[in-house]
């Protein structure tokens, strides 16, 4: 696929990934989906992230190493937990309502701080993301490094709280 048409591509799925994930706080539960049980997604969610993490992880250290082809493989596998994650997240999302964070004191503003960053910085890891991999399969190394600077720590830090998020409304979720 040619570069530009590349560029277009990360837009739209930007765009329409992130419009899903703001759909699921507004739109009914689908009946397509839901009266199944559901309730083990938001756990495998969390061993996703935790993946993901642990996928980043072993690629930057991959690359510090200048061992590119671990480097790539760990990247494709990090893409890889993150889709299926998506997959499930948008599943549980559309036919479950929204657990409540129903914890108070010190630990209540810190759980919120960690979800509004979560969810802000979510949006931002899409087109992140995206543009760092098409760069790179590209053979555009220059702005590869250029974005992923900014990616890694990013991308690091949304999957990383996306397991402590889980881990503080864990005990709120239905049983």
């Given at each position: 696929?040619?570069?530009?048409?590349?560029?277009?591509?990360?837009?739209?799925?930007?765009?329409?990934?992130?419009g899903l994930i703001l759909l699921t706080f507004f739109l009914p539960k689908l009946s397509m989906v839901a009266g199944r049980d559901y309730s083990s997604l938001?756990?495998?969610?969390?061993?996703?992230?935790?993946?993901?993490?642990?996928?980043?992880?072993?690629?930057?250290?991959?690359?510090?190493?200048?061992?590119?082809?671990?480097?790539?493989?760990?990247?494709?596998?990090?893409?890889?937990?993150?889709?299926?994650?998506?997959?499930?997240?948008?599943?549980?999302?559309?036919?479950?309502?929204?657990?409540?964070?129903?914890?108070?004191?010190?630990?209540?503003?810190?759980?919120?701080?960690?979800?509004?960053?979560?969810?802000?910085?979510?949006?931002?890891?899409?087109?992140?993301?995206?543009?760092?991999?098409?760069?790179?399969?590209?053979?555009?190394?220059?702005?590869?490094?250029?974005?992923?600077?900014?990616?890694?720590?990013?991308?690091?830090?949304?999957?990383?709280?996306?397991?402590?998020?889980?881990?503080?409304?864990?005990?709120?979720?239905?049983?």
């Amino acid at each position: 696929m040619p570069y530009r048409n590349s560029i277009l591509l990360i837009w739209i799925l930007t765009i329409v990934i992130n419009g899903l994930i703001l759909l699921t706080f507004f739109l009914p539960k689908l009946s397509m989906v839901a009266g199944r049980d559901y309730s083990s997604l938001p756990k495998l969610n969390a061993i996703l992230n935790g993946l993901t993490f642990f996928s980043l992880l072993f690629a930057l250290l991959a690359v510090r190493r200048k061992n590119i082809l671990l480097h790539r493989s760990s990247i494709f596998l990090a893409f890889s937990f993150t889709s299926l994650f998506l997959f499930s997240y948008l599943l549980y999302h559309f036919s479950m309502p929204s657990t409540s964070y129903k914890g108070d004191g010190l630990l209540r503003g810190v759980y919120y701080f960690i979800l509004l960053t979560h969810v802000v910085l979510v949006a931002i890891i899409v087109p992140l993301g995206l543009l760092a991999m098409v760069f790179a399969l590209n053979n555009r190394i220059n702005q590869h490094r250029k974005i992923a600077r900014w990616t890694m720590p990013i991308w690091l830090y949304v999957s990383f709280t996306g397991v402590v998020v889980y881990l503080l409304t864990h005990p709120y979720y239905p049983q």
